[in-house]
C-alpha cells in the first residue's frame, strides 16, 4: 500500500510557472506507475501525464504536450510535475495516483490517490 501527499499548487499568471510535488510513503516506490490527473470545477477528471516505475517511459496528453514535464525519484518517493506556459485551461486540482506495476492511462485501473492540490491560472 501507498500513501500519496501533493504539494506545490497555487495561483500563477498565464505564462508563468508551477511545479508539483508528490511525496509517497513506503518502501516500495520504485514499483508503482505514477500518474497526474486533473480535474477542473464541473468536469470530469482527466488523465494529464504518466510515467512507469523506473521513469524510462512517459505519456503525455496532447493538452499538456510540449508544456508539462513528469519526473521521478524512486531514491526519495517523489513524483514531481513542471508545468510551464500555463493558460487559464490548466485550472483544477491536480492528483497524482499510483498503480502497482501496470503500464496504463487509465483512471479506472490507479488504486492510490492522493489529496489533491489546487492550481489556479489567472488570465
Known amino acids: 500500500q501507498v500513501q500519496l501527499v501533493e504539494s506545490g499548487g497555487g495561483l500563477v499568471q498565464a505564462g508563468g510557472s508551477l511545479r508539483l510535488s508528490c511525496t509517497a510513503s513506503g518502501r516500495t516506490f520504485s514499483s508503482y506507475t505514477m500518474g497526474w490527473f486533473r480535474q477542473a470545477p464541473g468536469k470530469e477528471r482527466e488523465f494529464v501525464v504518466g510515467?512507469?516505475?523506473?521513469?524510462?517511459?512517459?505519456y503525455y496528453a496532447d493538452s499538456v504536450k510540449g508544456r508539462f514535464t513528469i519526473s521521478r525519484d524512486n531514491a526519495k518517493n517523489t513524483l514531481y510535475l513542471q508545468m510551464n506556459s500555463l493558460k487559464p485551461e490548466d485550472t483544477a486540482v491536480y492528483y497524482c495516483?499510483?498503480?502497482?506495476?501496470?503500464?496504463?492511462?487509465?483512471?479506472?485501473?490507479?488504486?492510490?490517490w492522493g489529496q489533491g492540490t489546487q492550481v489556479t491560472v489567472s488570465s
Open positions: 495516483a499510483a498503480v502497482r506495476r501496470r503500464w496504463t492511462v487509465k483512471i479506472s485501473e490507479y488504486n492510490y
Open positions: 510515467i512507469n516505475w523506473s521513469g524510462d517511459s512517459t
